[in-house]
DNA sequence: CAATATACCTGGATGC
DNA sequence: TGCATCCAGGTATATT
């Protein structure tokens, strides 16, 4: 579910409510997630501990503890962080509690449990950190988003130009929703091989991506089938959604149907009028 | 090395 | 209503 829009949308929600806050105690479910939930490292670095701030790095959030310690959260396809009273029932897919010294709880929900949940201790968290950011892509907001770097990432890939943007070690953030929209936005083929792209293109793309993933995050975030920021309320940039998931409906520049496809086994949506394939 | 397939899960939508 | 089938926002790992 959650893209960069999302997750930025959650890490905005949170970070006023939990900065300067302690975690007086951490409780989780008997399910593993990704990997098995640390639940001696939340026990020893995060129950009883302060939240500094939190911080978003591709698709996964930092909660920074006063101690130096990090909990690394990543809401998979499913992940959702609720910021509700602690009383309240737990709800099925609660998998880990985060109880808060206000009577809060930050809840992580996550029905088909693909999020990961990840302890970086006091001692090592400068090194893990740093070993886990190399592995990521560029920051669709960051000052090395630039044509030059994206042309040369490109530089020999005959792999499809949307793959290439959703391929999270060399780009951040951008999952299959902004892939499509971008590249509407940007009027490039989402099957035109990324080494054909020319500078110009790719300043069309890194200008149509902050655009809409600033609008999306403005928005809220894409509720598409259940995201909800911490408040429980939903975001509203699906409305806004110009070819994801609009089969076979007028593209709202120049009306021609739009196409459903299927690539590298995830669906993709473009307006054969304004992306055209050139070969 | 690059590109593709598969596995991890639940639940909602769809079709019979 | 029930049941089977397909599909879904991500990513790590295996396979070609």
Redesign the pocket.
């Known amino acids: ?3 960069l829009p ?1 997750v930025e949308v959650t890490r905005r929600g949170l970070l006023a409510p939990l900065s300067g806050r302690t975690v007086v105690r951490v409780s989780w479910s008997a399910h ?1 997630l ?1 990997g098995p939930i640390p639940r001696k490292l939340l026990q020893e670095h995060i129950a009883a501990q302060q939240i500094r701030t939190i911080d978003r790095r ?3 959030l930092l909660l920074r503890m006063v101690n130096g310690a990090v909990l690394v959260i ?5 992940g959702k962080l609720g910021l509700i009273q602690g009383q309240t029932t737990l709800h ?2 609660d998998h880990l509690v985060l109880h808060l010294d206000n009577g809060l709880d930050v809840r992580f929900n996550d ?4 999020g990961s949940i990840v302890v970086w201790p006091p001692d090592h968290a400068a090194q893990l950190e740093a070993d886990f950011s190399r ?1 990521e892509g560029l920051e669709p907001f960051g000052p090395a988003f630039i044509a030059d770097n994206l042309l040369a990432l490109a530089r ?5 130009v949307k ?2 943007l ?1 391929n ?2 060399l780009i951040a953030g ?4 902004y892939a499509n929209e971008i590249l509407f936005a940007a009027r490039i083929a989402p099957q035109q ?2 080494h054909l792209l020319t500078e110009k293109e790719w300043g069309r793309i890194i200008q149509e991506s902050r655009r809409i993933l600033q609008l999306a995050i403005d928005a809220g ?7 909800l920021g911490v408040s429980g309320h939903p975001g509203y940039f ?1 409305l806004q959604l110009a070819v994801y998931g609009r089969k076979d409906a007028p593209c709202p520049r120049c009306g021609q149907a739009i196409l459903k496809t ?1 690539q ?4 993709t949506y473009h307006c054969p009028g304004c992306q055209p394939h050139v070969e």
């Open positions: 579910m959650p893209e999302e593993r990704r591709a698709k996964y990543h809401l998979g396809m499913t099925k897919h029905s088909r449990r693909f592995k020999g890939r005959r792999v499809a793959s290439l959703m999270s070690r951008i999952g299959n929703i091989p990324a975030g894409s509720s598409i089938s259940d995201f699906q299927i590298g086994g995830r669906a």
